[in-house]
């Protein structure tokens, strides 16, 4: 008895990553090394630390809601996903500009240097959390059509039948055998 390779790929060990852990994850980790290169960076301004770990807990506390909301919104009702995705993303750079109006009232918006590194550490983020959900969302298994057979999605067309009849013959076709 052969074993069927498994569908997940040989390296997986059959999990894979889902977007609302990795991209997170790949957020703080940007945030994280950002943070570490303005501590050890050669002159680098004094607001330069605070700078990157406030970008990038900003930009992943922005980018965790908005995925957030659309995850849930997708459990419930999937039919409104993409809509909500759209106004979401509306929102979230509504929220960031709101967020970088605030933060233009204090100390770190007063050093260049830190809002260097505030901006920066902030793009990066956004970029790693984009691509490490577009990585996530890829890599998952999320059927498109049901392979069970025609008696169960109502509407499907089957050898017997012409589309959006699930297969039953109509009236005149039966008139006709």
Not at 134 to 157: H, K, N, Y
Request: charged share 10%.
């Amino acid at each position: 008895m052969s074993r069927r390779p498994d569908p997940r790929g040989p390296r997986s060990g059959g999990r894979r990553p889902h977007p609302l852990v990795l991209a997170p994850a790949a957020g703080l980790v940007t945030t994280g090394a950002a943070t570490l290169l303005a501590a050890v960076v050669p002159g680098a301004a004094d607001g330069a630390v605070p700078g990157a770990v406030v970008g990038g807990l900003v930009g992943v506390g922005v980018l965790a809601l908005g995925a957030g909301a659309v995850a849930a919104v997708s459990r419930v009702l999937p039919a409104a996903s993409l809509i909500v995705a759209l106004l979401t993303y509306s929102l979230q750079l509504v929220l960031l500009v709101a967020v970088l109006s605030a933060l233009g009232d204090t100390a770190l918006a007063a050093d260049p240097g830190a809002r260097r590194w505030l901006a920066g550490t902030l793009v990066a983020v956004v970029l790693t959390w984009s691509l490490a959900h577009l990585v996530a969302a890829t890599r998952q298994r999320i059927p498109t059509f049901d392979l069970s057979g025609p008696e169960s999605a109502p509407g499907s067309a089957t050898p017997g039948g012409p589309a959006g009849s699930g297969g039953s013959p109509t009236e005149s076709e039966a008139a006709a055998r």
